[in-house]
């Protein structure tokens, strides 16, 4: 409880402008937001630059803020959806390409604890992905987002989120059963 009164203190002393506190709220939120925005774009640069405008955003905004979430919830939104409209401007294909129907038995063919056994394996499978399906995986996997939220910020229906996602997840298992 301590820990949230003195963010809503930092926060309100941003919004009075203090710089200390623009520094203090930067330096507790930005690994978190990097890390956000790189799974997301798969490239440093790109994430680094989102991440800067989007505290610069989110600082010239705070009266928008209102507390209905938390100060990370509402920060760590403007860091994907900025990630996201990069990806947009590259013109990335939301539709998935390949073609086939999802076997109902996929969701179990596999052993939860051996896949999340080895984490590094994982990470490298998920780089391993098609950018639409990195993407998608991470935004449900890590991110935590629901695929609703995800069809509606990426603009494509549930259903193609689902598809992606469920094709995403059995890529990555099979990686890590080959490695």
């Avoid at 709220?25 to 490239?43: D, F, I, Q, T, W």
Wanted: with cysteine; hydrophobic share 40%; charged share 30%.
């Amino acid at each position: 409880m301590e820990l949230e009164i003195a963010l809503d203190e930092q926060v309100e002393l941003c919004r009075e402008g203090d710089r200390k506190a623009y520094h203090q709220v930067y330096h507790r939120y930005a690994k978190g937001m990097l890390n956000s925005s790189m799974r997301v774009l798969n490239n440093l640069a790109d994430a680094e630059d989102i991440v800067q405008e989007s505290f610069i955003d989110a600082f010239n905004s705070l009266e928008k803020f209102t507390y209905r979430s938390s100060f990370e919830g509402w920060l760590r939104r403007i860091v994907i959806n900025k990630s996201i409209s990069l990806l947009r401007k590259r013109k990335i294909q939301w539709v998935d390409s390949e073609t086939g129907n999802l076997e109902s038995g996929d969701d179990h063919a596999f052993d939860e604890e051996s896949f999340t056994a080895d984490i590094e394996k994982i990470k490298k499978a998920i780089a391993q992905l098609p950018e639409n399906y990195r993407v998608i995986f991470n935004l449900f996997v890590v991110d935590e987002l629901k695929q609703e939220e995800i069809a509606a910020l990426l603009k494509i229906s549930h259903s193609n989120v689902r598809t992606i996602y469920h094709r995403a997840r059995k890529k990555v298992i099979d990686a890590v059963n080959l490695m």
